[in-house]
């Protein structure tokens, strides 16, 4: 199956389950796409044994797109620079210490948590893998990644302040989870552990994440500067598509961060480009262009998610380590919540129930699973993405379909309380 075959597929597959989801079920598009695709997955393992080999075909799909490649080195530039653009620059600004907490501290301490209390998952269970995987885990599984239901929070009634701080978390702790794994996965390889250096790790995290946001600025700037020169909407399209694979695969090739080298561009295009270097006309084209892409790729993603049950094989320990994984996370994020909120709690306030919202709003996603897939071949690696599938399904399935439930009875609580007050 060539590549043009292999993309008409996948596209058919998600315009289509995009359709019944709309007609049939009403769910949020990447929730009712993730769900559809998941059951005619099972469905065609569950018609193997009656002659009927869907699974067959539906499985070389999957093994043919390579999901952590066609998202870590494809997919995911654009979703960020979309999700970048789409940002409030000035409100995520004044959200900077909140956001930048959340993505640094709440993201080590997430890691840390789930790493240690997996660690424990694998000794009750005598799995006999190495700690340094638990907390691989633990790096795979604390990046969030909020846009399936960021839609779901805004008819919720959850106030502007708090998307703010969803969407510029899981922008940053997407793009710094991935340093932190690439880290990590260098110690648990013999190979490379044996000749790293005291304080390697730091010094890659620092030149990752620095060079990610100094690069992202040159080719932010640069943007800008051709964008600024002209007035014509596609070939301003065009140029940000140019920043955003041009600018990715660059990255890639100097070593940085791509992911943070695309958000600082995105960040930069979405708050100056756009109010200084584009007419209203081109303004509109390109913000409709670039909501189409995440649209598009979103649904292509968790289609893809549904899909790779396909090419999982589950065991009976793994699918206990997952289910067991499932409360170990949401402990994890409530203290990598609460923590940051906390401290900032002396110096401003914060919405009501941020941290119930901001806890079971933590959705795991696509990057989990891109991270789970690209670790090489062990019992390890095999343990990990069971858990790490899992874990997501639960993520978007329970806690994606549940948030907005969550968002309204907590606003009901206000909004008693503040009754009380004035009776």
Request: hydrophobic share 55%; net charge negative.
């Amino acid at each position: 199956m060539n590549v043009f075959e292999l993309t008409g597929l996948l596209l058919t597959l998600t315009a289509l389950f995009a359709w019944l989801n709309r007609r049939l079920i009403g769910l949020p598009s990447t929730v009712g796409v993730m769900l559809l695709a998941l059951v005619f997955s099972l469905l065609a393992l569950a018609a193997v044994p009656f002659g009927a080999d869907v699974a067959g075909p539906a499985g070389d799909l999957v093994n043919a797109v390579e999901f952590n490649r066609t998202l870590l080195d494809g997919m995911l530039g654009a979703l960020l620079f979309a999700g970048a653009m789409q940002v409030e620059a000035k409100k995520l600004f004044s959200e900077r210490l909140v956001v930048g907490l959340l993505a640094t501290l709440g993201l080590g301490l997430s890691t840390i948590i789930v790493g240690t209390l997996t660690w424990g998952v694998f000794i009750a269970l005598d799995l006999g893998i190495a700690p340094i995987y638990a907390y691989l885990f633990g790096a795979i599984i604390s990046p969030t990644d909020p846009v399936a239901v960021l839609a779901i929070l805004r008819r919720a009634g959850v106030p502007k302040t708090l998307e703010i701080q969803f969407t510029g978390e899981s922008l940053f702790n997407d793009a710094i989870a991935i340093v932190l794994f690439v880290a990590l996965s260098e110690v648990a390889d013999p190979n490379i552990a044996a000749s790293l250096e005291p304080g390697y790790l730091i010094q890659l995290f620092s030149a990752e994440a620095i060079g990610g946001i100094g690069f992202g600025l040159v080719v932010g700037l640069a943007g800008f500067v051709l964008l600024r020169g002209i007035d014509d909407y596609k070939t301003e399209v065009l140029i940000t598509l140019a920043m955003v694979i041009g600018g990715y695969a660059m990255a890639s090739a100097l070593h940085v961060s791509g992911p943070l080298a695309i958000i600082t561009a995105g960040l930069l295009v979405g708050h100056h480009g756009r109010d200084k270097a584009m007419s209203e006309h081109t303004r509109d084209r390109v913000d409709t262009f670039w909501e189409l892409i995440d649209e598009i790729l979103n649904a292509v993603l968790f289609v893809l998610i549904g899909l790779e049950v396909l090419h999982i094989s589950f065991s009976t320990n793994a699918i206990i380590a997952g289910l067991a994984a499932i409360p170990i996370i949401l402990v994890a994020r409530f203290v990598a919540v609460s923590v940051p909120i906390t401290i900032l709690r002396t110096r401003r306030s914060f919405t009501p129930h941020a941290i119930k919202i901001l806890t079971w709003g933590g959705l795991r996603g696509g990057i989990s699973v891109a991270l789970a897939l690209s670790l090489p071949e062990s019992d390890a690696r095999n343990l990990i993405v069971n858990m790490t599938y899992i874990a997501v399904i639960f993520s978007i399935g329970v806690q994606g379909l549940t948030i907005s439930r969550v968002a309204r009875l907590a606003r009901t609580d206000d909004e008693a309380a503040a009754s009380e007050k004035t009776a």
